[in-house]
Every structure is written in C-alpha cells, then in structure tokens.
C-alpha cells in the first residue's frame, strides 16, 4: 500500500540526481497535487519527486528547516498553512505581499521566496468555464482565510460590482474589509455568520465563493444555507472531492453552474511549476493526469 503523506521526520532521505518538491498542509492526504506535478515534471523531463508532507499549524516554523535539510528545492501551502507561510519568507511577490498569503514556495540563493497563484489560478478556470464579467457581478466571498483574502483581493482589484465578505470569525472579515477599503472607493460589506444574513447576502449576490475548509471531509456539513441557493447564482467552491462537496451537489440539483476548486487546483500548479522551472507548464498533461485521479473532466 502507498504511503498518502509523510511528516518531516518520516520523509526518506533524498535520491541523487531527483529534485525534491512538496505539498504541505494539515490535513493533506486529499491533495491530488503530487498527481498534478509528477505529471508536468514528467513531460518536461525533469526527474523530480513531489511529497504530501502534513504538518501542523504550530509546528510550521519548525518544519522549514527540516525541509531544506532534506533536499527540498520549493513547496506548495494549502490549508491551514497559507497566511503563516507569508510571514516565513525572506522575499514576497506583489501578490502575496498584498494579500498576506503564500501558496508556492521557491528556495533559492536569497532565502525563500513566496508567490500567490490562487487568484491567478482561479481567473484561469473560470475564465476557461464561464468567460464571466468580474465587474459587472456581485460577489460574496465565504471565509477569510488564505485563499478568501486572496481571491478577495483580486476581485476588488478587478472592480466587481460589489464585494461581500462573511466568516465565521467576523473580526477577520472586518479586517480584510478594512485593508481592502484602502484603495477601493467602496469597501466590501461584512455579513454576520448566520443563515438569516447569508441568505439575504446571497439573493443580492451574482456569485458566491466558498472559501473555508468545510467539504473536504465527506461527513462536513453545509457551509451555506440551502435558501440561499437562488436561480441565477453562480456558484464557486474552492474545495474538491471526489463525489462533490455538498454545497456543489445542492447548487446542482437546482440547476445551478457550479464548479469545484480542480481547475483552480490545475491552473495555480501550472502556475508553480513554471516558478520552479522556468519553463512553460505542459498544462495539457498535467490535466489529463488530474482528470484521470479525479475521475471526471476538469
């Protein structure tokens, strides 16, 4: 039986000649990242290996070094890692140093330098889904964490209609309303946490985004009222699963456009791979090679 993912102390000591790359997050055995990668460092020749490695929240810090004992040239962050990531590295791209989230990691002569493909990555797959108008659309955006601040700030950046924000933890959503309303004329609203308000926040909305981990395991409830769930609303969840998540299966059942986060996940490893490369990612194969593991189309 293969090994789902390693820890740091569990990873085997690197192999001569093979680049050594990884996916770090908690949980993580659901990543089909290695798929993606393996695939693009296949067809571009490069003779690398790329590791589900789960770490903890706390031990985070600690765990970086550890890596690049072992060898390892880059990295990527999912969850809970993502915000974290961004205060350890010695360098930021614009992005990452906007939105205070990193999920590509690059070692290099200067330390580690962090980049942000999420937005990138999600522009790509909905443009290549529904060509939609960001600026024209209401939007409300579910969760505030690394990849919500993210994609928050692209979609303030490209001018959307209006821009909603809800998280659990209002304080949170607050907070990244503030710092966005620092160069948009209209900062974003804030929605309290209940089901009564999301619904309401929703019948105002062209598209909701959900970014928070719920879905990622099969039993998660909804995040997201079903009455929420009004004809004419697009629906994004950054999360995958096999079967769906069951926001996805709701929105689907009253014939709403859906999508999951695997052409997100796609586009912002294509995005990654050429970081580390310098090449230009054989997106082609690595999306056959993700179709296949995920058995459906991306």
Known sequence: MSV????????????PGKKRYGVLGFPVSHSLSPVLQEAGF??????????????????LAASIPQLRRNGFLGWNCT????????????????????????????????????????????????????????????????????????????LAR???????????????????????????????????????ALTRAAKESDLLIHATPLGL???????FPEGGLHPGLWVYDTVYHPKGTALLQQARSRGLPALDGLGMLLHQGARALTLWTGLAAPVGAMRSALEQAAGRPV
């Open 79 to 154: 969850l809970p890692h993502k915000e974290a990531m961004a205060g350890l590295c010695d360098i930021l791209d614009a992005s990452a140093r906007e939105c205070g989230s990193v999920n590509t990691v690059r070692v290099s002569p200067q330390g580690l330098e962090g980049f942000s493909t999420d937005a990138d990555g999600w522009e790509d797959a909905v443009a290549e889904a529904w060509k939609p108008d960001l600026s024209a659309l209401r939007i409300l955006v579910l969760g505030c964490g690394g990849v919500g601040r993210t994609l928050a700030f692209r």
């Open 158 to 196: 490209r001018g959307c209609l209006r821009l909603a924000l809800a998280n659990r933890t209002e304080a949170k959503a607050r907070q990244l309303a503030g710092e966005i309303g620092k160069f948009r004329e209209k900062p974003p609203s804030v929605i309290p946490w209940d089901p009564d």
């Open 217 to 223: 395991s099969p039993g998660d409830p909804l995040p």
């Open 4 to 15: 789902p993912f390693f820890t740091p102390e569990t990873l085997p000591p690197p192999s």
């Open 42 to 59: 296949g067809a571009l020749g490069i003779i690398a290996e790329y590791f589900r490695v789960e770490i903890p929240r706390e031990n």
